[in-house]
């Protein structure tokens, strides 16, 4: 089997990772089994994240490496958070992240706004190695509503506020198993095994 090295810390993703890339010859690891330290994401779109994240892991390991990126791009807000959703309430680096007082932020910032059409996206590069000129880059979208009261108790992060209208669900509404087959990630990952299927 191949070593491929995952540039996350993330348990879930790397379990989920590993069972979808175990049929194409991939062993994934995390990148913390070789003392990889979390790549800088000092950019403002996700694919240059997420090439800064593999390219680190790969050159760090000498491996094959897999890296993701992602969060929540609202349209009246001019994509705000985006690569930030994660640290959207934060004033300064120190403070921990937190879900709740990221969605109250954003829930404050859309105060008064009618248009309220969000989507989140993840960002998938695979490198076969840190100088590969021609990474593997898969991108998935799933669009959405912000609404003021949350609903639901799964997912994590701003699902509570991402009301699905054509399903009449937020995020945090739906099954497990349901989010994963819509989700951003979801579809990114779906093209990344497309391309692998067809010989990347
Ligand atoms: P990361 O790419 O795993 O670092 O995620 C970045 C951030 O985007 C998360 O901390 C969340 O704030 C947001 N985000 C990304 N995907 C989701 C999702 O599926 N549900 C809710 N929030 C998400």
Known sequence: MKKLVLASGNAGKLREFGQLLAPFDFEVLPQSAFAVPEAEEPHI????????????????????????DSGLCVTALGGAPGVFSARYAQSSPDE?????RNNEKLIADLAGIKDR?????????????????QPVVTEGEWHGEIIDTPR???????????????????????????????????QALAQLLARLRAGA
């Open 45 to 68: 779109t996700f694919v240059e994240n997420a090439i800064a994240k593999a390219r680190h892991a790969a050159r760090l390991t000498g491996l094959p490496a897999l890296a993701d």
């Open 96 to 100: 921990p992240k937190s879900d709740q």
């Open 117 to 133: 059409r969000a989507h989140y996206v993840a960002v998938l590069v695979l490198m076969r190695h840190a100088d590969d000129p």
């Open 152 to 186: 639901g108790e799964g997912g994590f992060g701003y699902d509570p506020y991402v009301l699905i209208p054509e399903l009449g669900k937020t995020v945090a509404e739906l099954p497990h198993e349901e989010k994963n087959r819509r989700s951003h990630r979801g």
